[in-house]
């Protein structure tokens, strides 16, 4: 699991270094929050449209670190995934200076979920039959973003999962705030 992980660490690194055109902006950004009982981090890298600045594209890694809620036993279930989404500026939800603009995105989620760190028994002697393994589907998500300086922005951002394969649970949400800095 943790050479999955630096994998995709560092393919978020090359899509940061990739040459761009001239009308992009690229910027990195950094979440912490709750998710279904446990705690969750975002990082993500985007390319936003210059010109217009009505949306952008994101690549991202989601960690999360969860209990399995569904029996009396305290199973420990952790994700890992590589987001790829879109997101359009919500108008209405956005004000004309651009203190606060607030975005809507849609995407796709490939990753890994790993369930009690691979133990199939627990101290009980129960066995976990649900097994470890890749995971795919998509995701939602509205982000709020707040103008603090040229370069650096508040993030608060809600954002649902779907596994469409998971072992544990089809569904996970991210309720997060966050950090955004503008890197060109």
């Not at 950094?30 to 990082?43: E, H, I, P, R």
Request: charge should be positive; proline fraction near 1%; aromatic fraction near 14%.
């Amino acid at each position: 699991m943790y050479k999955i992980s630096r994998i995709l660490l560092l393919g978020l690194i090359v899509l940061i270094y990739l040459p761009s055109q001239a009308q992009n902006i690229k910027s990195i950004s950094t979440n912490f929050g709750y998710t279904d009982d446990g705690l969750a981090t975002l990082v993500n890298f985007s390319l936003i449209d210059s010109r217009s600045q009505s949306y952008f594209y994101e690549a991202g890694i989601y960690s999360g670190y969860l209990k399995e809620n569904k029996s009396d036993y305290n199973v420990k279930v952790n994700l890992h995934s590589l987001n790829l989404g879109y997101f359009k500026k919500i108008d209405l939800l956005s004000t004309i200076s651009g203190i606060i603009e607030t975005y809507v995105g849609l995407g796709g989620v490939l990753g890994i979920e790993n369930i009690n760190n691979g133990n199939k028994s627990l101290l009980d002697g129960a066995l976990i039959k649900s097994k470890d393994g890749f995971i795919y589907g998509g995701f939602g998500a509205l982000e709020t973003e707040i103008y603090l300086s040229d370069k650096f922005y508040l993030l608060s951002r809600y954002t649902y999962f779907h596994h469409a394969n998971s072992e544990v649970g089809k569904s996970k949400f991210i309720a997060s705030v966050g950090l955004k800095y503008l890197i060109f």
